[in-house]
């Protein structure tokens, strides 16, 4: 038992079955917690302040993440359009078929970098060569 909370709180999978801690759930069971500790015996001062690290360590964590991804986009986005106007060999991923030509545009959709040759779309992951 967590020093502070009464024996019938309810637990961390009880309380989130089936997920992972993020920023929302940690809040949450901290705001649990603080609703159902003892009263005789609160939570001290020393325990909020750790609680509450953790609370802005894993804020910045999620933002430092977040960052991280849109930089790792910008890069993809930046790869794929240093191809435009260059010649490429691609797979498409749906038929198979191998697709030569000069890459007309680039589009960024679902998450992907896609290259734009001759009629076909095909993701940047689908180039096998590059003159």
């Known amino acids: 038992m967590i020093q502070g909370i009464q024996a019938d709180s309810p637990s961390i999978s009880e309380v989130y079955p089936g997920?992972?801690?993020?920023?929302?759930a940690f809040l949450k069971?901290?705001?649990?917690?603080l609703q159902n500790q003892n009263p005789l015996e609160p939570?001290?001062?020393e325990q909020?302040?750790?609680e509450?690290?953790?609370?802005?360590?894993?804020e910045e964590l999620n933002n430092l993440n977040a960052n991280f991804n849109t930089m790792l986009q910008l890069q993809f986005v930046s790869?794929?359009?240093q191809l435009i106007g260059r010649k490429v060999e691609a797979s498409d991923p749906e038929t198979g078929e191998i697709l030569q030509g000069q890459v007309k545009e680039v589009e960024w959709k679902e998450g992907t970098a896609y290259l734009q040759i001759k009629d076909k779309s095909v993701p940047l992951t689908s180039i096998t060569k590059i003159w």
Do not use: E
């Open 48 to 50: 909020f302040i750790t």
């Open 79 to 81: 790869q794929a359009a």
């Open 43 to 45: 939570l001290n001062n």
């Open 19 to 24: 997920q992972s801690l993020d920023k929302d």
């Open 52 to 58: 509450m690290a953790q609370f802005s360590s894993l």
């Open 29 to 33: 069971l901290f705001i649990t917690q």
